[in-house]
């Protein structure tokens, strides 16, 4: 494993997890349908899962997150803490918006305008996210890579425009020095919503019959992004269950291993982000109440040093 020093025209990898599954002892909020949708049970435990690559002087991390979503402020937050250590570095934090873990957000409390956000998890959650990067930088190994598409049109519909699909997977692989595979990246544009609002068992929805899919194929590692959600590709199942959970998490398994199976490994010669910061005016009036109301995040919920 190399940390520091690493010799130019080489991409490395590293690669950190941990599981961020909220205990039941206090009520948890799930997000994603109804208010007041309390956690009964887990299902499948909730992940932090980190992607570090770096080529010469270059360093970038993917954060993977088991959860709706985080605002903008907390994203910011994850990255200032990592930029302590690496300045500037490019950090992505990435939530696979399942419908069936805590509300991070503010907006799935015990009732409308009541936040379902618990401070302290929250800031648990950040803290397991930095660590995570951390680890990952630190356990860098050459790699090469694939990649690879492929259209998975049967799992997927549009609940508002039928006629407007994308049903394309993303995969991307890392291979190392001895030929096996060190981590892969899916991307798939479907809400993780299989599992429907009368559900109370905490969940990472398809995501996690995917990622086990891979990892048992590969014996490495699989993480997880959602792609354009729109408005709005939802599972296109024939029912609610974890039964159908599991057989669209599957298949969507099957088709990346599948689409990447004989793809030749290729070395990277550079590694760059390009990213461009804009506004968007707010005109949802019901997000401007959920402002007023103080259900969205703020400043004043920084996570203690550490």
């Known amino acids: 494993m190399i940390t520091t020093d690493l010799p130019a025209q080489q991409l490395y990898a590293g690669y950190a997890q941990q599981v961020i599954t909220p205990p039941l002892d206090s009520p948890v909020f799930l997000a994603g349908f109804e208010a007041n949708r309390r956690a009964e049970s887990v299902h499948d435990d909730l992940w932090v899962r980190a992607l570090a690559l770096a080529f010469g ?3 970038l991390v993917l954060v993977c997150i088991d959860v709706i979503g985080l605002g903008r402020y907390h994203c910011l937050e994850i990255q200032e803490w990592l930029h302590k250590q690496w300045a500037e570095m490019p950090v992505i934090v990435a939530c696979t918006h399942t419908h069936h873990g805590p509300d991070t957000i503010g907006l799935w409390g015990s009732a409308q305008m009541h936040s379902g956000v618990d401070l302290d998890y929250l800031n648990h959650l950040k803290k397991v996210a930095v ?17 690879a598409t492929v259209d998975v049109p049967s799992v997927v519909k549009n609940f508002r425009d039928p006629a407007i699909i994308d049903a394309e997977l993303t995969c991307i692989q890392w291979v190392d020095r001895t030929d096996k595979i060190f981590a892969t990246l899916l991307i798939y544009p479907c809400h993780p919503e299989v599992m429907w609002g009368d559900n109370t068992a905490i969940t990472s929805d398809y995501a996690d019959a995917l990622r ?3 990892e048992a194929a590969t014996g490495a590692p699989a993480l997880f ?5 729109g408005g709005m590709l939802s599972p296109d199942v024939p029912e609610h269950s974890f039964a159908a959970s599991e057989a669209m998490g599957t298949h969507l398994g099957q088709a990346a291993l599948g689409a990447l199976a004989g793809k030749a490994t290729y070395p990277v010669t550079g590694l760059m982000l390009t990213q461009r910061l804009f506004t968007i005016p707010m005109t949802n009036p019901l997000f401007q109440i959920a402002v007023d109301h103080g259900l969205f995040p703020t400043s004043s919920n920084r996570m203690a040093a550490y």
């Open 131 to 147: 660590a995570c990067c951390r680890s990952a930088l630190h356990v860098l190994t050459p790699v090469t890579m694939r990649t």
């Open 212 to 214: 086990r899919t891979v």
């Open 225 to 229: 992004c959602v792609g354009a959600l």
């Open 57 to 59: 002087e270059t360093r």
